[in-house]
Structures are given as structure tokens and as C-alpha cells.
């Protein structure tokens, strides 16, 4: 069957199959068992233990596997154990199991523990245990923990566990307070602003043109950066593919069709008088007369919107039809752009209306819109066509045809391509996520398999040979070598530029007359600067108040003079937010040290025994 970009689904298996399946896990099982591995069944039953709480192989390979899954989904692609162990995965999960156990064994040291009320307070709140009435539901309770290879004891008394470390990690971590002057020093850098000039430089800028490059110097830039025209590894693919927009244009179109088509989208292109419409609303008549005479006797509309804490934003009501305004229509239609209506009744209350645009009224003829039209069924009529062919390539290939024979059997057209990994090159085919995601899995050997791609088309192809590195002719990148040294040059023309006019501006010139500068009277750390790269802030914010410097990024030259520094705000909304977001967050960090030094405390009084052969078997059971 031909594979599909979203073909995740699992097929159904026989009872044989099945049947086969549970003799192999009975012998998984049994292998573990010699590895001391068990749940897993008989032999060692932990792979870790922390005074006399234990870390038993269940509890690890659940982690591990919740670990892997969630690590899966933040990547967005599945990863094999192998892979996680690769990235550290392991070392992750016994960190925060043996974190677990240590506070486990303290809480029963000391007597710690939460009644049956709290575990089943806890039990019947979870989601994954509630029925369609959206309350708890035993049969979903008992089906759900049989799935995960659980009993209701054993759930509820890793639930209780958790609910007490809950209870004594909240002891260690409550009631920290983050001292005034650290707090103080946060805000007043986190909220100190800068005010600073900057004149971009150009090509325009330069007093002398960048010369043009002889053949000789191309020649010796090639050959001292031949890395730059190097063509990188690549997989020679062959591949025969049906497209929608290859065939598209050959399918016969009706004319009545596409009548009936445009008059079931008329709407679509015949567009009626429209107004972009901002609705002011008062919580009585007489406040919103009140500001009606405020408006006729001059007041701008924006100072009512700003009283009533509003932004023009806020009161956007968006593009609307005279039939989308009701009864309110008439009078908004009435003005011209600019113009406020009202007050008129809303079920708000009585409010302003007035109009920020006037949108003319569009209408597209069927003559102007038929070839779009015709294009439409046309891709449609080459989707259909292809699909009732994926079946006829599914059973060639199984049949042991060539992509070659697929040509003349199933009417694909066959070409190749050298697909470097990872990238997405020119080609049409490669700009299919599903044909990428296949290139990059193929292997020498593999059996060709249709594969349907995203707008419908299919492909099925093969690697001939992996194409090694190799660097490109000084002739055939004559061009792209002259375009790089022309970059370069004129990269140190305008640094060398912007040095000479810092120069200048620290002598006493005016910045100003080296050309069009750009003036930011101020800006936050986290601001933001059109066209400049994520550096120059960083930089402003080291400068010193009338420091002068060339700031340099890829493609961007630029001279800065800090103007002015402006100290944090002392007082208003946005400061006490700031300072109080501030606080949490150092106050949490201050709880999470503090907290990772009782565990480890604890952990050290308690000791700590690893089984490192019980841990390595659960990995190896694992797929």
C-alpha cells in the first residue's frame, strides 16, 4: 500500500500474529530475568536504592519511556532508546527518580505521610480516570492502569508518595523572600533604557568605489576558500512521480462547469460597500453625549478612546457590510472616512461609531476569474486521476517492476536528482516535505514503494549512489566566487568606512553630516529595531553615555553614539509589574537552590547504591 505523509495508523494483526507477538515477550521476559531484571519477573527487582527507599526497574522504565515520549513531542519526531541514551536521556531520569527516593526515605524517617482522603481526593480529580459524564470513572480507572501494567494498590501508593514529597518539598520551598537590594539591582538594570543615534552605512557611503576584481585575484579567492565551492556529499536519486500540476493543463474543462462555479462562489467575487468601523461604547446616555459635544467642539476621538482605558485596537470592530451593522448601518454608511456617528444604541449601550476607511465595492467578471477557475478543476480532475493510479504502482513494485517500467505501465515520468540530506534544493520534487523525508531515509538496497505526496501527486525512488564531496571548477563558479569576493570587499570597504567616520564624530563632527541618521530617543533591552541584527541592542547596552561605535553583523555596518541613558521608571504600573515579576523569579531560583541542597543533603546522610547492570538490561528491553 502507498505510504502517505500522515500514514500513522497501525494495520490490524492476525491472532497468529498476535499469538507470536506474547511468545516473544514471554521470552524477553525470560532474558531479562537472567539479566536480574523483572516485573520484568523474578530476580532483582530495583536499580537503585536511596537509604530505604528503592527505585525499582518498573519505576525506571516508566520514567524513561514518559521521558522518551516527551522528549519525542518536543523534537517533533520519534527517537529510538539508543538515540535518547545518546543525548544524556538516562542520566536525566535516574537523577530525578534518585531526587524522588531521597525525599521518599526522609518523609518516611520522619513520619510524613498524607491519609486516604488526600490519595483519593487526588485520584478522582485526574482527567485520564474521568468518564463522558466528566466525573471518575472506575472502569476507565481500572482499564487505564491495566494498560500501563499497574494494580490500584500499587498506583495509589506511588499516588500517596507523590502527594507527600508534594507536601515536604512545599515545607523546604515556602516562605522565601528575595532580598530588597537584589531585587532593586534587577530592576534597575532589567528596566534602564537608552536613547542613541545610528547611521547605517551603504555602498553609497563610500568615498571610493570597490574595485573591480582582475582574474587573478578571483582565481587565488577561490582557491584560498574552496570550502565556499565545494559541492557537498550527496545521494544520486532516481525517482518516477506523477504530478497534479505536471498533468493538470491536458484535462478537459466544461464551460458550463465553471459557470455554475463562479455563480456558487459569487460572494467570493462580488464584494459589496464595505467600512472599517471603531466602536466606542458608554455606559449611559449621558456620558456618551457628554463626549459627543466634547468631539463636535474639537476633542480628538483617540482622547476619548485613551479615557475610557481603551486602545483604538480594542474598539476595532473590522471590516463590516451595511447588512453586518443592522440598524446602525444607515447612519455609518452615511459618512465619509474620518466621520463619527452617534450616539446609537448598541446592546452595549450607547456608543460611537466611527469610520477609520471606506472600501469600495469590488466585482470580478467570470471572464476575469475563468482561467483560475479552470486551473481549479483542472488540479482537481489530476488529484483524482493520479489516486485511482497509486493502486496500479503499489501492485507493479510489489510485482518487482523498475521505476523505469513505471514509465511506460503507469505513465510517471522518471528523473534524477542528487539530494544533498537535510537541505531543500531547487527541483520541484524536492519541495515536497514527504519526498524529502524519504531521501533522507533511503538506503542502498531498498525496494522502491509508492509514496502519495501532499497536493496528491505520487513518487516512488531508489538511491543509485552516494555523490562525494567534491569542489566546484574555478570556471563553472566563476560567477558565484566573483559575487562572494565583491561581498567581501565591499564588507571591509564599509568597516574600514565606519572607522574613519568614528573617528571623525569623536574629533567633534556631527554625525549627522555623514548622512541620514536614524534617532531611537529610547528603547528597552528587549526592544525592538527594524532592519538590525539581534547584536546591536546588546552592544547599546554596554555603551557608555556618548560612546561612539561601529557596530558590524552579517550585511549590516552602522555608527552608534549613545545619547543618553535613562534610569528605571521608580514608580507606575509598569514598574511595580516588573518589579514584581522580578521578585518571583528570584525568589523561585533562591527556592530551587535551596531545594537542590536539601536532596542532596539528604541523599549523601541516606546513601546511595546504583545497579548499573539492572539498569543497562531495562535498556535493552526497551525498543
Same mark, same amino acid.
Given at each position: 500500500m502507498a505510504k502517505t505523509p500522515d500514514d500513522d495508523t497501525k494495520r490490524p494483526k492476525s491472532k497468529a500474529r498476535e499469538? =507470536?507477538?506474547?511468545?516473544?515477550?514471554?521470552?524477553?521476559?525470560?532474558?531479562?530475568?537472567?539479566?536480574?531484571?523483572? @516485573?520484568? @519477573?523474578?530476580?532483582?527487582?530495583?536499580? *537503585?536504592?536511596?537509604?530505604? *527507599?528503592?527505585?525499582?526497574?518498573?519505576?525506571?522504565?516508566?520514567?524513561?519511556? /514518559?521521558?522518551?515520549?516527551?522528549?519525542?513531542?518536543?523534537? /517533533?519526531?520519534?527517537?529510538? !532508546?539508543?538515540?535518547? &541514551?545518546?543525548?544524556?536521556?538516562?542520566?536525566?531520569?535516574?537523577?530525578?527518580?534518585?531526587?524522588?527516593?531521597? %525525599?521518599?526515605?526522609e518523609a518516611?524517617?520522619?513520619?510524613? @505521610?498524607?491519609?486516604?482522603?488526600?490519595?483519593?481526593?487526588?485520584?478522582t480529580a485526574m482527567d485520564a480516570f474521568?468518564?463522558?459524564?466528566?466525573?471518575?470513572?472506575?472502569?476507565?480507572?481500572?482499564?487505564? +492502569?491495566?494498560?500501563?501494567?499497574?494494580?490500584?494498590?500499587e498506583f495509589e501508593a506511588g499516588l500517596r508518595r507523590d502527594v507527600t514529597r508534594e507536601l515536604l518539598q512545599g515545607v523546604v520551598v515556602g516562605g522565601f523572600a528575595a532580598p530588597a537590594p537584589l531585587t532593586d539591582?534587577?530592576?534597575?538594570?532589567?528596566?534602564?533604557?537608552?536613547?542613541? !543615534?545610528?547611521?547605517?552605512?551603504?555602498?553609497?557611503? $563610500?568615498?571610493?568605489?570597490?574595485?573591480?576584481?582582475?582574474?587573478?585575484?578571483?582565481?587565488?579567492?577561490?582557491?584560498?576558500? #574552496?570550502?565556499?565551492?565545494?559541492?557537498?556529499?550527496?545521494?544520486?536519486?532516481?525517482? *518516477? @512521480?506523477?504530478?497534479?500540476?505536471?498533468?493538470?493543463?491536458?484535462?478537459?474543462?466544461?464551460?458550463?462547469?465553471?459557470k455554475q462555479l463562479y455563480e456558487d462562489r459569487l460572494a467570493e467575487f462580488v464584494v459589496p460597500e464595505r467600512r472599517l468601523v471603531e466602536r466606542l461604547v458608554y455606559p449611559d446616555q449621558a456620558?456618551?453625549?457628554?463626549?459627543?459635544?466634547?468631539?463636535?467642539?474639537?476633542?480628538?476621538?483617540?482622547?476619548?478612546?485613551?479615557?475610557?482605558?481603551?486602545?483604538?485596537? *480594542? #474598539?476595532?470592530?473590522?471590516? &463590516?457590510?451595511?447588512?453586518? %451593522?443592522?440598524?446602525?448601518?444607515?447612519?455609518?454608511?452615511?459618512?465619509?472616512?474620518?466621520?463619527?456617528?452617534?450616539?446609537?444604541?448598541?446592546?452595549? /449601550?450607547?456608543? %460611537?461609531?466611527?469610520?477609520?476607511?471606506?472600501?469600495?465595492?469590488?466585482?470580478?467578471?467570470?471572464?476575469?476569474?475563468?482561467?483560475? +477557475?479552470?486551473?481549479? #478543476?483542472?488540479?482537481?480532475?489530476?488529484?483524482?486521476?493520479?489516486?485511482?493510479?497509486?493502486? &496500479?504502482?503499489?501492485? +507493479?513494485?510489489?510485482?518487482?517492476?523498475?521505476?523505469?517500467?513505471?514509465?511506460?505501465?503507469?505513465?510517471?515520468?522518471?528523473?534524477?536528482?542528487?539530494?544533498?540530506?537535510? %537541505?531543500?534544493?531547487?527541483?520541484?520534487?524536492?519541495?515536497?516535505?514527504?519526498f524529502r523525508a524519504a531521501?533522507?531515509?533511503? =538506503?542502498e538496497g531498498d525496494f522502491a514503494e509508492a509514496i502519495v505526496l501532499e497536493d496528491g501527486g505520487i513518487v516512488a525512488l531508489r538511491l543509485d549512489e552516494i555523490v562525494p564531496a567534491a569542489p566546484i571548477p574555478f570556471a563553472d563558479a566563476r560567477e558565484d566566487v566573483a559575487a562572494a569576493w565583491r561581498a567581501e570587499a565591499l564588507t571591509k570597504a564599509l568597516s574600514d568606512r565606519a572607522i574613519e567616520i568614528k573617528t571623525a564624530i569623536e574629533g567633534g563632527a556631527a554625525i549627522g553630516s555623514f548622512g541620514i541618521v536614524d534617532v531611537t530617543p529610547e528603547t528597552a533591552r528587549d526592544g525592538f529595531i527594524a532592519d538590525t541584527p539581534e547584536t546591536l541592542l546588546p552592544d547599546v547596552f554596554t555603551m557608555a553615555e556618548g560612546d561612539v561605535r561601529v557596530i558590524e553583523a552579517e550585511g549590516?555596518?552602522?555608527?552608534?553614539? $549613545?545619547?543618553? #541613558? +535613562?534610569?528605571?521608571a521608580s514608580e507606575g504600573p509598569d514598574a511595580e509589574a516588573l518589579k514584581a515579576a522580578l521578585m518571583a523569579q528570584a525568589e523561585q531560583a533562591i527556592a530551587s537552590d535551596a531545594f537542590n541542597a536539601f536532596t542532596t543533603a539528604l541523599t549523601s546522610e541516606a546513601g546511595i547504591s546504583i545497579d548499573q547492570a539492572a539498569i543497562n538490561a531495562v535498556h535493552a528491553s526497551l525498543p
Open positions: 499469538a =507470536a507477538i506474547w511468545v516473544m515477550m514471554g521470552m524477553l521476559i525470560l532474558g531479562l530475568g537472567g539479566f536480574g531484571v523483572t @516485573s520484568f @519477573s523474578g530476580g532483582v527487582m530495583q536499580v *537503585a536504592q536511596v537509604g530505604d *527507599a528503592e527505585i525499582t526497574t518498573d519505576d525506571y522504565a516508566r520514567a524513561f519511556q /514518559g521521558q522518551l515520549n516527551a522528549f519525542s513531542q518536543q523534537i /517533533g519526531q520519534p527517537i529510538s !532508546s539508543q538515540e535518547a &541514551l545518546a543525548f544524556g536521556l538516562d542520566r536525566q531520569v535516574l537523577q530525578g527518580l534518585v531526587v524522588r527516593a531521597a %525525599l521518599d526515605n518516611q524517617r520522619i513520619g510524613i @505521610s498524607v491519609g486516604d482522603a488526600a490519595v483519593a481526593a487526588e485520584l474521568k468518564g463522558v459524564s466528566g466525573t471518575f470513572d472506575r472502569e476507565a480507572y481500572r482499564f487505564t +492502569l491495566d494498560r500501563n501494567n499497574q494494580t490500584e494498590a539591582t534587577l530592576y534597575a538594570w532589567a528596566a534602564e533604557r537608552r536613547g542613541f !543615534s545610528m547611521l547605517r552605512l551603504t555602498e553609497a557611503d $563610500l568615498t571610493t568605489p570597490v574595485p573591480t576584481p582582475t582574474e587573478a585575484e578571483l582565481t587565488t579567492y577561490h582557491t584560498e576558500n #574552496i570550502a565556499l565551492f565545494t559541492k557537498p556529499e550527496a545521494k544520486r536519486i532516481t525517482y *518516477a @512521480s506523477l504530478l497534479p500540476e505536471a498533468i493538470a493543463p491536458d484535462q478537459p474543462v466544461d464551460d458550463t462547469v465553471l456620558a456618551a453625549d457628554a463626549a459627543r459635544a466634547r468631539l463636535d467642539a474639537g476633542e480628538a476621538f483617540e482622547t476619548l478612546v485613551a479615557e475610557r482605558g481603551l486602545t483604538l485596537d *480594542a #474598539i476595532d470592530m473590522g471590516e &463590516l457590510t451595511r447588512e453586518d %451593522l443592522g440598524d446602525t448601518g444607515e447612519a455609518i454608511f452615511a459618512l465619509a472616512e474620518g466621520g463619527v456617528a452617534g450616539p446609537l444604541p448598541t446592546d452595549l /449601550g450607547p456608543a %460611537l461609531f466611527r469610520v477609520a476607511a471606506v472600501l469600495a465595492a469590488e466585482e470580478t467578471t467570470f471572464e476575469e476569474v475563468r482561467d483560475t +477557475l479552470a486551473i481549479e #478543476i483542472q488540479t482537481d480532475a489530476a488529484r483524482r486521476l493520479i489516486a485511482d493510479k497509486v493502486e &496500479l504502482v503499489d501492485d +507493479l513494485l510489489a510485482g518487482g517492476a523498475s521505476l523505469e517500467n513505471l514509465v511506460t505501465d503507469a505513465g510517471l515520468t522518471l528523473a534524477t536528482v542528487d539530494y544533498v540530506p537535510g %537541505l531543500q534544493g531547487d527541483t520541484v520534487i524536492e519541495g515536497y516535505p514527504a531521501a533522507d531515509a533511503v =538506503a549590516f555596518v552602522a555608527v552608534v553614539r $549613545l545619547d543618553r #541613558i +535613562l534610569p528605571a
